[in-house]
């Protein structure tokens, strides 16, 4: 897939070598990137971060080729610019692991995507498997809807533990603004969730929706005592 729209950030190996290093003076070890353009080349930005022991957490989706959240579809089109990216980072031993899909159960509306969701995490996790890759997590980063949280965290790991399970479990939030707290923003919510959850769950994004912004203080609370690893 070619689009020459596509901001592709692992194709900008100048910008790469700024970033990592920045990166790294942070003590960050993983970043996650989307979109991927499978055509184009990733070698010089992907040695970069693997050089720099940042792993890479990759959207398999582009705006072209991902899901429509009123009108979700899993079809064979999508299947094959999904594996192509697959293809084209299977190699690269610093990617982490792929997101199938992003958001895209994000209202009362877009519950029917569910299981297009979870055909694409199967079928992704078989065609990894049948290619003989090593296990490259596969996973979902689910919208900042907190009534449809908890159910989707259960949907995404019922049936088969290896074939249809996610591996991972993002969620993208955007309720810490300003000098927010741990409690204040939700985030005491969002770990009391994920107690005794099968898979890792972690913050897939973090921002804030309000006209206050966010000035990433969040990283305090999420890097700090009060949400450790359980």
């Given at each position: 897939?070619?689009?020459l729209?596509?901001?592709?950030?692992?194709?900008?190996?100048?910008q790469?070598?700024?970033?990592?290093?920045?990166?790294?003076?942070?003590g960050?070890?993983?970043?996650?990137?989307?979109?991927?353009?499978?055509e184009?080349?990733?070698?010089?930005?992907?040695s970069?971060?693997?050089?720099?022991?940042?792993?890479?957490?990759?959207?398999?989706?582009?705006?072209?080729?991902?899901?429509i959240?009123?009108r979700?579809?899993?079809?064979?089109e999508?299947?094959?610019n999904?594996?192509?990216?697959?293809?084209?980072?299977?190699?690269y031993?610093?990617?982490?692991?792929?997101?199938?899909g992003?958001?895209?159960?994000?209202?009362?509306?877009?519950?029917?995507?569910?299981p297009?969701?979870?055909?694409?995490?199967?079928?992704i996790k078989?065609?990894?498997?049948?290619?003989?890759?090593?296990?490259?997590l596969v996973?979902?980063?689910?919208a900042d809807?907190?009534?449809?949280?908890?159910?989707?965290?259960?949907?995404?790991?019922?049936?088969d533990?290896?074939?249809t399970?996610?591996?991972?479990?993002?969620?993208n939030?955007?309720?810490?603004?300003?000098?927010?707290?741990?409690?204040?923003?939700?985030?005491?919510?969002?770990?009391?969730?994920?107690?005794?959850y099968?898979?890792?769950?972690?913050f897939?994004?973090?921002?804030?929706?309000?006209?206050?912004?966010?000035?990433?203080?969040?990283q305090?609370?999420?890097?700090?005592?009060?949400?450790?690893?359980?």
């Amino acid at each position: 897939m070619t689009d020459l729209s596509t901001v592709d950030a692992l194709n900008n190996p100048e910008q790469c070598q700024v970033d990592a290093a920045l990166m790294k003076t942070l003590g960050v070890n993983t970043i996650r990137v989307y979109p991927a353009d499978s055509e184009r080349p990733h070698d010089d930005c992907m040695s970069t971060f693997a050089d720099a022991d940042i792993f890479v957490l990759l959207d398999l989706a582009t705006p072209i080729t991902g899901f429509i959240h009123v009108r979700p579809d899993w079809n064979i089109e999508m299947f094959n610019n999904y594996t192509k990216t697959l293809d084209a980072f299977a190699k690269y031993e610093y990617l982490l692991a792929v997101v199938a899909g992003n958001e895209v159960i994000n209202g009362d509306q877009s519950t029917s995507a569910a299981p297009y969701v979870k055909a694409a995490i199967r079928n992704i996790k078989a065609y990894r498997d049948g290619q003989g890759y090593r296990e490259i997590l596969v996973g979902y980063a689910a919208a900042d809807v907190i009534d449809l949280r908890l159910d989707t965290m259960n949907y995404m790991i019922c049936g088969d533990i290896t074939a249809t399970h996610v591996d991972f479990f993002g969620i993208n939030d955007y309720s810490w603004c300003d000098q927010s707290t741990f409690t204040m923003s939700g985030y005491s919510r969002v770990y009391d969730q994920a107690g005794d959850y099968p898979v890792p769950i972690f913050f897939s994004k973090t921002d804030c929706n309000n006209q206050g912004g966010c000035e990433s203080n969040d990283q305090k609370a999420v890097l700090g005592p009060q949400m450790g690893d359980r």
